[in-house]
């Protein structure tokens, strides 16, 4: 790859040309993109249709490729088509030649636990278990929760519920007992699947303990299915309810749990899996995928994206908790016939090498992580990358937020040694996959911008009124054209469907993200619009965290902003007023702080919290979040128009309050 370096609106920019591309391929040159940009853009549809049929295997052939109305909205791809996405997973491999080729490399937290699964063993895992829901009583369309941690059995239960036509929704084994509560009960699922324990850091974190909590309150849920990962029951660590908790690896030993299982033949618009995501108002919202659509457009981007090739060993290291695990861990690669592998620990544990070791190991050709991994491993300085022959990468992505530049060289540089391609991809839980992105050897590169929207995607910019913006105008990301990714719903809300996503920009999906486009048509995303931080690359909404805050019995009144973190890109800052009587000691800071944990998990816990004897509000009463942000990112001056405060003096306390807590 090259460097040069062009003047672009005013400002000087670094571009890098991209590799010759080799024999095979995808896309081999921006001409080509070019090409098919245009073309998708023209005959949508027809687009669309070529795709498909390239890519999957349909059991019978759709009638019409796409009826939408975007503002109603009512999506339906491919209808009339009937297919099974375990079968495109799957089955079809097993005649292809793959019998034998390595489906899932599995590195468990030990280094010494590693299972390999050829796409044949993967097969019968998946058929076993899925006779064993079907034994439990679950069938099409029913709802099957997994709370589980990044082990095979995770994708095995996905794979085995699509098999049989159940709808899955996994909540990432990081939420607490409540969170889970309110998906389980939300979904109305019938089975729950979790395992004894999670291995993390060296530690043993009991899971099935959540579980049997949130159960207590989930009438709709039948059985608990327990996968044995830390064998804490032969510690006597684990209460067991006779009549309703089963073993996984007992139930899968059962004489009547045949390694063959027919694929349920689904209408492509029959709904796939349901997965949980903040958003800036009230609970989280069950995003539905269905299943033609989201499969397509997994392959689709699986293969333009990471350009897989057969030989490839690929890496994702997300967690299948969250929607990059689902669409390019399991349903993107597998549907290519890939090698895909899944690992259960952390990147610094037990060195920060961990993850550059894996890639040694299994020889990784392609490895898409996110941008705070790279700034924590960053950090850690280069002689844990040279320690490493990293030369089997061809390809390396990022997602989950904008990669700042530096971030860029330094995977570029150490990991990429000046040679691999950069696909920095943006997209959302909502889009089922990549919308916007490189294609590695033919679209050239500008450190920190997720480039160009891919073939088939209509994305703009637009003003708050809809009409388009300028080149770097910042303004609204939305998407015009239907693509056959997107979300078909919000679980049992459709109101909110239609208001969350369709309703201010008439006839466009609206991300909710800002963005500009530059006067090469290169996208750069500035982050949200709404009240949603991304914390780590994950979505967490204000106003969870806040009603979590006034669910504690000493808070009158609690408000939730984003800072800018080194490594997390943001973090949580929440600032609290307690009651009356309440006194505020560091204890009670402590205890709010486990409080929010417990209430939502981990990742939601609050970097600060500061007492407030007031929070500055407008006459009407509206808290002014962009007074907030500013304190909580160090400013002391400059806090724009404050007329309508009800109580300007509010702020100099705040900024005050702030530089006792944090020194600074
Ligand atoms: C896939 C995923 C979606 C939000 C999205 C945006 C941010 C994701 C990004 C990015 C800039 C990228 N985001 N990828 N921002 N550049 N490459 O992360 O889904 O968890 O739903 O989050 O993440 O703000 O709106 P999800």
Sequence with gaps: MSQHNIISMQEEERLFTPSTPKAGTHIQSLKEYERQYKRSMEDNEGFWAERTNELLDWFSPFTSVLEADMDTPDI????????????????????????????????????????????????????????????????????????????????????????????????????SALSLQSRVMDC???????????????????????????????????????????????????????????????????????????????????????????????????????????????AHTSQWVFDIQESDVYWCTADIGWITGHSYIVYGPLSLGATTVMFEGVPSYPSPDRFWSIVEKFGVTVFYTAPTVIRALMREGQEWTQRHDLSSLRVLGSVGEPINPEAWMWYHEHIGKGETPIVDTWWQTETGGIMIAALPFATPLKPGSATLPLPGIDARIVRPDGTDAEPNEGGHLVIRKPWPGMLRGVFGDPERYKSTYFERFPGMYESGDGARVDSDGYFWIMGRLDDVINVSGHRMGTAEI???????????????????????????????????????????????RTWVRKEIGPIATPEVLQFAEELPKTRSGKIMRRILRKIASGSTGDFGDTSTLADPSVISELVEGRSELTGS
């Design 546 to 592: 806040e009603s979590a805050l006034v669910a504690h019995p000493a808070v009158a009144e609690a408000a939730v902003v984003g800072m800018p973190h080194p490594v997390k890109g943001e973090s949580i800052y929440a600032y609290v007023t307690l009651k009356a009587d309440e006194e505020e000691t560091e204890e009670l800071r402590a205890q709010l």
């Design 76 to 175: 339906r791809w491919f209808s009339g088509g009937t297919l099974n996405v375990a079968h495109n997973c799957l089955d079809r491999h097993l005649e292809l030649g793959r019998k034998d080729k390595k489906a899932l490399i599995w590195q468990g937290e030990p280094e010494g636990d590693v299972i390999t699964y050829t796409y044949q063993e993967l097969h019968e895992q998946v058929c076993k278990f899925a006779n064993v829901l079907k034994k439990y009583g679950v069938g099409k369309g029913d709802r099957v929760s997994l709370y589980m941690p990044m082990i095979p059995e995770l994708t095995i239960a996905m794979l085995a519920c699509v098999r049989i036509g159940a709808v899955h929704s996994i909540v990432f084994a990081g939420f």
């Design 188 to 298: 109305q699922a019938k089975v729950l699947v979790t395992a004894d324990a999670v291995l993390r850091s060296g530690r043993v974190i009991p899971l099935k303990a959540n579980a049997d909590e949130a159960l207590k309150s989930c009438p709709s849920v039948e059985h608990l299915i327990v996968v044995d990962r830390a064998g804490i029951a032969e510690q006597g660590k684990l209460e067991w309810q006779e009549e309703r908790d089963i073993w996984w690896h007992t139930a899968m030993q059962q004489p009547d749990i045949k390694p063959f299982c027919e694929c349920e033949p689904m209408e492509s618009e029959d709904p796939l899996f349901i997965l949980y995501t903040s958003g800036s108002t009230g609970k989280p919202k069950g995003v539905v995928h269905t299943t033609g659509g989201y499969l397509t457009y997994t």
